[in-house]
């Protein structure tokens, strides 16, 4: 099956620092997604995008699904920021998960 | 849309009982998976439905564990005879199929401690 690997698995920012989270695939992907599980277990959509770049906010993403990989974007950290990062891919409607980054921004 | 709803946020049983999580999925949509997160294994793919069949559950751990989905709107998981190591939390998510693009929303999860 498909494998997802996420780099790096723990950060630690101070609040305000900008930060770049890796996820690689190993096989071509219908769709990927990011979210980002908060202190309180919740998984939260940030992101649908099985290529290109898009913006929220303070977040971004690139995927370069041709050279099976997703980048993810923290501009401005804040402490709210802290969670766990998943990035995840579908190949045939399977959503596969990858092993996260732990995020912690302090004060 | 409220989401997918899922019951009970947290539920605490004793070894050997038999446990029923509740998952009610986004109206319309047409995929619904079961998910396990552990520490030590992460967010696991049990079982998932699409138009309420079962299409793959080769990620359900063993026998103990059922899955069914009556109709669009709600789908159960069944833990019969619960171990303490089935503690974990339990997610359920739904997703709409447009062609080969989808994007799935999970409910809030469910805590499961079985001492």
């Known amino acids: 099956g498909i494998q997802v690997e996420q780099s790096p698995p723990d950060l630690i920012l101070q609040e305000g620092a900008n930060s770049t989270l890796r996820c690689n695939f190993s096989?071509?992907?219908?769709?990927l997604q990011w979210f980002h599980q908060n202190p309180w277990g919740q998984l939260i959509n940030l992101f649908y995008?099985?290529?290109g770049t898009k913006q929220n906010g303070r977040l971004s993403a690139t995927t370069v699904a041709t050279e099976r990989y997703s980048l993810l974007y923290i501009s401005s950290s804040q402490t709210t920021d802290s969670g766990v990062y998943f990035c995840a891919v579908t190949g045939f409607q399977k959503l596969v998960f990858g092993t996260g980054t732990r995020l912690l921004v302090s004060p | 849309d409220a989401g997918v709803i899922q019951s009970p946020r947290h539920e605490v049983t004793e070894m050997g009982q038999e446990v029923t999580l509740r998952c009610k999925p986004i109206s319309g949509h047409d995929y619904l998976f079961w998910y396990r997160q552990t520490m030590m294994r992460g967010l696991e793919l049990l079982i998932y439905f699409n138009n309420n069949v079962p299409i793959d559950d080769s990620g359900m751990p063993e026998d103990r564990f059922s899955a069914k989905m009556p109709n669009a709107s709600f789908s159960t998981l069944k833990i019969q005879p619960s171990e303490p190591r089935d503690s974990a939390v339990y997610f359920c998510?739904?997703?709409?199929?447009?062609?080969?693009?989808?994007?799935?929303?999970f409910g809030q999860g469910t805590r499961l401690t079985v001492v």
């Open positions: 998510a739904s997703s709409l199929n447009r062609g080969m693009n989808t994007e799935a929303f």
């Open positions: 995008i099985p290529s």
């Open positions: 096989d071509s992907v219908n769709n």
